[in-house]
Every structure is written in C-alpha cells, then in structure tokens.
C-alpha cells in the first residue's frame, strides 16, 4: 500500500441496502476525511477525523455515519442508501499542525457509488 | 464560515499559451491557506500548489504560480507554457488556521488545451 487505499472502487446498490466504504492509509497521517463529488458542486465534506477515537461532521454528514478505531481506517458507512447518495466518495488524509492551515490533503482513488 | 468561488465557464486554452483560473474567497479567519487541486479525466485528485496568507511571496511550483490579492480575495491559478496534460478540472480550497478548520473547495473550472 502506498498512500490511500480506497474499496470498493465501484459499486451498484439498491435502495435501502447498507454500504461501508473501506479507507486505508499507510502514511501515520493523523486527520483524515470522507468527501463527496458531484457535478456542478465541487467536493463536500461527509465526516472527518482529527485523530484515531474521534470523529466529527462535515457539510453533509446526514445519512452516513464513520468510525476511527485506528489510524490507519476510516470506514464511511450508509445505514440505510438512498438514490441521493449516487455520487463519487473520496478518502483523504492528512497531518495537522501546520501553520496558516498548510496541511496538504493527500486523497484515495475515490468510490463511485451508484444507488438505484 | 468559508466560501470558495470557481465562476469561469469550461475554459479552452491553445498549447503553450498561459492560462489563469480564476478563485475568489471569503473567510472571517484571520490566517487561512488556499490550495489548488487538479482532476484528470482518470479522477484522481492532484495537489498543486499552496498559498498561505501571510506569505510574503506568491507561490510558484514549476509552471503553476498563484496569483494571490489579499485585499481582492482572490487566488487565481497562472499555468504557463500550457500542455495537452494540463486538460483537467482544477479546484481552488482554503482552510483556515484553527485546529478544527478543514478544507472547502470550490465547485471547479473545466481546463481543455487545444493543439
């Protein structure tokens, strides 16, 4: 592994089904994060985590939950999938710390999630 | 709050010409970063280039610059010498100083280089 790993890479799931996206990163990076893509919206934060035990929400935390046990994962799971959650999900991470908030994102490969 | 604004059409350049994409800003943070990302048709997302407020000098990686106006708000991205590579869509980000601020992107510019 190098970076972030990011599972399924694609996936079709009927309404109503449960769903985890699998985030790994090999990189000790302590923050990491779930966006969404969508045209014409640009990428919106889910959920994030400043470090392993916490976790908090973003612009559009509503329908998923995540969960930061280790360093290393940071699943983001929908409970219950809804058409509206049809989107691109893209892991990122990063260090905290740096000054005037330096802290470049390094981001996964992204999730293409289609729910019918 | 932060807000980030992308409002260029999809935009076309002609090889080796230079470009600039526009972003524009607002933030009530007193020290705040702002980033460029890159997205090629594969879709991965490609760090670029940073700015940090209190910067003295405008940033520069390779053939990216940042043309950063405090007082206009605005960070707009300068590619020179464009290539056929650089088609992409590009994302202007901030993120304030506090431990708790994370990184707002904008909605992104459509870069397409003609040969």
């Known amino acids: 592994i190098a970076g972030i790993t990011q599972a399924p890479t694609s996936q079709i799931l009927a309404a109503g089904r449960r769903m985890t996206l699998r985030c790994t990163q090999d990189?000790?990076?302590?923050?990491m994060y779930w966006y969404r893509q969508d045209l014409g919206l640009g990428l919106r934060l889910i959920h994030y985590?400043?470090?392993?035990?916490?976790?908090g929400k973003g612009e559009v935390p509503d329908g998923y939950s995540v969960s930061r046990a280790n360093t290393d994962d940071f699943p983001l799971t929908l409970a219950s999938a809804v058409p509206s959650q049809t989107s691109v999900y893209f892991c990122?991470?990063?260090?905290?710390?740096?000054?005037?908030?330096?802290?470049?994102?390094?981001f996964g490969a992204g999730s293409r999630l289609t729910v019918l | 709050a932060q807000k980030i604004t992308q409002t260029q059409p999809g935009m076309f350049v002609q090889e080796k010409e230079a470009v600039t994409l526009d972003c524009t800003y607002d933030?009530?943070?007193?020290?705040?970063?702002l980033f460029w990302y890159k997205q090629p048709s594969s879709g991965e997302m490609i760090f670029l280039i940073y700015?940090?407020?209190?910067?003295?000098q405008n940033a520069t990686e390779g053939r990216y610059s940042l043309n950063f106006q405090k007082a206009r708000k605005s960070a707009n991205l300068v590619i020179s010498a464009s290539q056929l590579g650089d088609s992409a869509m590009y994302f202007c980000?901030?993120?304030?100083?506090?431990?708790?601020?994370?990184?707002?992107f904008g909605k992104g510019i459509t870069l397409s280089v003609r040969p």
């Open positions: 990122a991470s990063s260090v905290t710390g740096g000054r005037y908030g330096a802290n470049v994102l390094t």
């Open positions: 990189m000790r990076h302590n923050a």
């Open positions: 700015q940090g407020s209190y910067d003295q």
């Open positions: 980000a901030m993120r304030g100083d506090g431990a708790n601020s994370k990184l707002t």
């Open positions: 933030t009530s943070d007193p020290s705040y970063g």
């Open positions: 985590s400043n470090t392993a035990g916490t976790t």
